[in-house]
Nanobody, 125 residues
Framework: QVQLVESGGGLVQAGDSLRLSCAAS????????MGWFRQSPGKEREFVAA????????DYAASVKGRFTISRDNAKNTVALQMNSAKPEDTAIYYC??????????????????WGQGTQVTVSS
């Protein structure tokens, strides 16, 4: 069992940067591939970014590639999402997710078993 708690959300202006953090507890974070997802009002939850157990493999949605960076610190059991050049369309609740992986790989979009409660990000134009 893994518990995930997101933090760092808030209100920023378009073009600004924001850093989200996810703290994992319960099991060692290094056994899990991690991901970030987001959900806007009236829309389905969508994939944002993923990172493998050892952080050597990352994956991004096309809409955030080049602007967002996912990273992790297994010693601290944390995962971060650095959001640069924020756009109003990035406004959403952002969720951290974990998927147990036997190998160093990213999880499939539907492979995440553990989810945080989410943190709100609002980007004003």
């Amino acid at each position: 069992q893994v518990q995930l708690v997101e933090s760092g959300g808030g209100l920023v202006q378009a073009g600004d940067s924001l850093r989200l953090s996810c703290a994992a507890s319960g099991r060692t974070c290094s056994s899990y591939a991690m991901g970030w997802f987001r959900q806007s009002p009236g829309k389905e939850r969508e994939f944002v970014a993923a990172i493998s157990r050892s952080a050597t493999i990352t994956d991004y949605a096309a809409s955030v590639k080049g602007r967002f960076t996912i990273s992790r610190d297994n010693a601290k059991n944390t995962v971060a999402l650095q959001m640069n050049s924020a756009k109003p369309e990035d406004t959403a609740i952002y969720y951290c997710a974990a998927a147990f992986r036997a190998s160093n790989s990213v999880a499939g979009r539907n492979g995440y078993a553990y989810w945080g409660q989410g943190t709100q990000v609002t980007v004003s134009s």
